[in-house]
């Protein structure tokens, strides 16, 4: 049986970190880290991300903004509140919640975001950074699986790790982590031939592809670690993963749970990486 690896607990560990950080930085500096996060539109689970992330701050002593536009708002009105974060000296991270609606430029509007405030690291500068090895800001998302994994004691160096799935945000990033940590890495994707085959090679098995229970145990080798980044609501309303909980429990080493895995680690991350900008 596979040892779980609790998303919730570490995170909540290094939130308890992060406060204490931020309480000797409020007695040094006399300011908060502060947070703006930007919404445009109504789309449900984005409110709730941006709730949760609103909620996080407050509990780790940050100062925190939330902007919430209407639906039709204008690219330039926009820009424009972009440009005034930029220059708020009491907000050191922005983070424009995404998706966006269908009219608004996506790349427009992350390519205007401060690098140096850009705790999403979705800006080109960082992802060049972060391709160079030399970074400030991580993605959220693959920055809180590596911390899953250096907490639970698994060092990816010399490890086979297999990624599936190659999104700018989760895939990509990984990949680049892993191979940092002296992983050999793989990307696999939908044209991958014989993605069992590769997948059953991995020590370290990295899944975000967003298909409920896409991994079964025939992908899996045994005493693999299994990182579960995905997050599907099932017909019932249930959330799961894209692996398999049950089918490959019994055989890896370690596993991730869906919920309460790598999800909780996500705005971990982003009050890491607004900790981080405001001390730059
Ligand atoms: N939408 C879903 N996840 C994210 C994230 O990590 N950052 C932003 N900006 N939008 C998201």
Known sequence: MAMRIDGKAISA????EIKEATAAFVAEKGYAPGLAVVIVGEDPASQVYVRNKALACEQVGFYSE???LPAQTKQEELNALVDRLNADEKI???LVQLPLPKHLDETEVLLRIDPSKDVDAFHPYN?????IGDYDFLPCTPAGVMALLERSGIDPAGKNCVVIGRSNIVGKPMAMLLLHANGTVTICHSRTKNLAEVTREADILVVAIGRADFVGAD?????AVVIDVGMNRREDGKLTGDVNFEEVEPIASAIT????????MTITMLLQNTLTAAKK
């Open 92 to 94: 050191h991270g922005i």
């Open 13 to 16: 560990q290094i939130r308890e």
């Open 219 to 223: 992908m899996v080798k045994p005493g």
């Open 257 to 264: 749970p869906v919920p309460g895995g790598v999800g909780p």
């Open 66 to 68: 939330v902007h919430r």
């Open 127 to 131: 992802v060049g950074k972060i391709m």
